[in-house]
């Protein structure tokens, strides 16, 4: 019986730059939640040059975070291995260290451009789930980011298609795709976030989306083989998850009982309290 290939991680090959489909895939998700994100701002009247501005920022630390969280907790390799540290174009990016860069610069130019940085995560938040659920299929292609060992059967009878089952066959062995498990949450999280945003509070929202990824997070690593490890039984995702979701709770009562904030619906413009 003939071996089911793999798809090629390279799109694109010009002589010698490869042009690979995790790159296409992790931009084509920034590229449509940013979307997501100027249509709300126009709505709510932020000016679009202010919108990319923040997001090209974000996006830049992002990604250098993102790898700098990852290499920080894989140094044993890495430090064997120094050439391999700018290849994020070959997978190696932690989503914790992308959020941590992201919102730390977010909250830095907020502050220097004197605008409300609550009002500002409010409006990207769902368009930052929905490009996690999107680049996931980066980590597809890549064959990473995969659960334990399944059976074929398994996969057949979770109603999954023939390619991704094909796809999740590795050197023999087929593997549970918590890849599409974390994409599905996702773009249930996008939907519902859509939703309830104008009826929650100035900040509520991008808790919402903490707490909301976090849980899903939390469930899905503990099905992963490729966690970064705290200690030998602590994933380093599953800590963060559960802090996030503490954290974030704290947060909305305290701003509840501290602030009287307007909902997010009833913001037109500028917000500039930044509590």
């Given amino acids: 019986m003939m071996e089911v290939l793999g798809i090629d991680p390279v799109a694109i090959q010009l002589g010698p730059l490869s042009i690979r489909w995790y790159g296409i895939i992790i931009a084509s998700g920034i590229l449509i939640g940013y979307l997501m994100s100027q249509r709300t701002a126009k709505k709510v009247g932020i000016k679009e040059e202010t919108l990319i501005d923040l997001i090209i920022w974000c996006v830049v630390m992002a990604i250098i975070c993102a790898r700098i969280y990852y290499v920080a907790f894989e140094w044993e390799y890495y430090s064997q291995h120094l050439a391999e540290i700018p290849l994020i174009m070959n997978g190696g990016i932690a989503i914790h260290g992308g959020l941590i860069g992201a919102f730390l610069t977010g909250a830095i130019l907020c502050r220097v451009k004197n605008l409300s940085f609550f009002q500002m995560v ?30 074929r059967s398994f996969l ?51 808790f919402a989306y903490l707490i909301y990824y976090s849980i899903g997070r939390y469930f899905i690593e503990g099905l992963r083989t490729d966690s970064l490890m705290l200690t030998e039984y602590l994933r380093i995702a599953q800590v963060i998850s559960i802090v996030i979701i503490i954290a974030s709770i704290i947060f909305i009562l305290y701003r509840r009982i501290r602030y009287d904030l307007p909902k997010f619906r009833e913001v037109k413009g500028y917000y500039h309290n930044s509590n």
């Fill in 122 to 151: 409010d409006i990207v938040a769902p368009g930052i789930i929905l490009a996690q659920a999107i680049g996931r299929w980066g980590n597809f292609i890549n064959q990473e980011a995969h659960g334990g060992p399944v059976s």
């Fill in 156 to 206: 057949e009878n979770i109603h999954i298609p023939e390619f991704i089952i094909n796809q999740m066959q590795i050197d023999g062995v087929f593997y549970q795709p918590t890849f599409l498990y974390e994409s599905i949450w996702n773009i249930i999280g996008f939907i519902i976030l859509l939703l309830i945003r104008p009826h929650l509070k100035i900040g509520e929202t991008f």
